[in-house]
């Protein structure tokens, strides 16, 4: 196998833990320098391909590499960027290639969730009709949990964690002061279409009566009057009610109760307050005081309170992807498997790309309670392995101390820009 370079870039919302899978890419490569050269990051992610605005990464030392395992959200730069079809914008393609070749750079590592995935299927299928093959690997990453033929997704669980944390310690906060003052409090997490945050937020409660009292799901339509009976009826039971609820709740006709009105660079809509309708709703009909949090890029850059599971798994995606390329694979997705609930274990496997591209996982009605305000058993078994271990960064003066790398500039090769 000729010796080439390669691509590595972040896509999309970061998380706690995508440069621990940076680093388990970085290392690998560094490990098969017979097979692969320099190891190339784009800047602001696949912006960075179309704009020839590459990061060396042989510039950093070990020791650099080696503190992304424990450093927040992408040392490289991210980009909300989807790419068009070939049929709709050629040039972005062909200009891809264009940088690749320029750069000898014959694997592609691209890590992020479902429209990164699509992006990878893209390049590795198209590369070759354009005469110039690439070995695309997608690195998995979503702190949502969404992405099929994977156990979990790398990122999920460092989330989980924070979740079920916070609600825990506001529980405490808000039993301690119910009688006179705050009755609800209500926690609004990420999670667009499915679920999952949300659900891991019910790890806090292991007895009756314990905080969360209330989850809120898309996937279960949401029902004013059955809500508002429920905050109503524990309020008068045990006092006050703690609520978390995913940013994506909608209502019976599908639409969302948050509707920012706008969408982003994926099309997606933009979603903005459901915690603070939810309390407007309480407010009106139910009289009750009420606080909210909104945790939003504080849970996803928590890298404080990582999950322990979730930085190995990160960095073994990482790793893993190299494997695969210079084993000669190309068009898939690493993969986690689950071989066992209690001890839990995990291997490493692998998805082809055209079932993984645009696909979103929901969260299976099994896990979610009869009423559709927590979680089963099921759920619980799940989610339980995915949120443990403390995997704790160095601190010094009382603040974590992470990594900020020199991120210095390949030099230029073509003699003409793309705009993006």
């Not at 809509?269 to 009289?287: C, D, F, R, V």
Request: aromatic letters at 10%; one cysteine or more.
């Amino acid at each position: 196998m000729t010796r080439k370079n390669a691509f590595y870039a972040q896509s999309g919302g970061v998380t706690a833990v995508i440069n621990a899978s940076a680093a388990g890419v970085i290392e690998a490569a560094r490990e098969h320098s017979d097979k692969i050269g320099t190891v190339y990051a784009g800047r602001d992610g696949i912006v960075g391909a179309l704009t020839e605005d590459l990061i060396d990464t042989s510039a950093e030392s070990a020791g650099a590499i080696a503190a992304l395992k424990h450093t927040p959200a992408g040392a490289f730069g991210s980009a909300r960027y989807k790419l068009k079809g070939l049929e709709e914008n050629r040039a972005q393609y062909e200009r891809l290639i264009e940088v690749f070749k320029a750069h000898d750079i014959g694997y592609f590592f691209y890590n992020g969730g479902g429209d990164s995935a699509d992006t990878c299927l893209k390049i590795s299928q198209l590369s070759e009709k354009m005469g110039y093959p690439i070995q695309a690997i997608h690195v998995p990453k979503t702190m949502d949990n969404d992405l099929p033929h994977t156990d979990c997704s790398p990122g999920f669980g460092s989330v989980a964690k924070y979740t079920a944390v916070s609600i825990r310690e506001a529980g405490f906060d808000l039993a301690s002061m119910c009688k006179t003052s705050t009755k609800v409090f209500i926690l609004e997490v990420m999670g667009r279409h499915a679920g999952w945050t949300a659900a891991a937020g019910g790890l806090a409660s292991e007895a009756d009566g314990q905080d969360p009292h209330v989850l809120l799901f898309p996937e279960i339509a949401f029902d004013e009057e059955k809500f508002l009976a429920k905050v109503d009826e524990t309020v008068k039971r045990h006092g006050y009610c703690t609520i978390v609820a995913s940013e994506g709740v909608r209502n019976a006709d599908g639409e969302f109760l948050s509707d920012a009105g706008s969408t982003d660079a994926f099309g997606h809509k933009q979603l903005g307050g459901m915690a603070p309708t939810l309390a407007e709703l309480i407010k009106n009909k139910l009289g009750y005081k009420y606080h909210y949090a909104i945790a939003d890029y504080l849970m996803r850059a928590a890298r404080h309170i990582a999950s322990q599971t979730d930085v190995e798994q990160a960095y073994a995606v990482g790793r893993a992807a190299v494997e695969y390329a210079v084993a000669g694979k190309s068009g898939i997705m690493v993969s986690i498997v689950r071989e066992s609930d209690e001890p839990y274990e995990w291997s490493i496997g692998e998805a082809p790309l055209d079932e993984v591209a645009n696909v979103e996982k929901m969260m299976p009605r099994e896990f979610i309670s009869e009423d559709g305000f927590h979680i089963t058993e099921a759920a619980r078994r799940y989610l339980k392995p995915l949120i443990a271990g403390e995997s704790y960064p160095p601190y010094a003066d009382g603040l974590p101390q992470y990594a900020r790398l020199k991120n210095v500039a390949v030099e230029k090769k073509l003699s003409e820009g793309f705009e993006v």
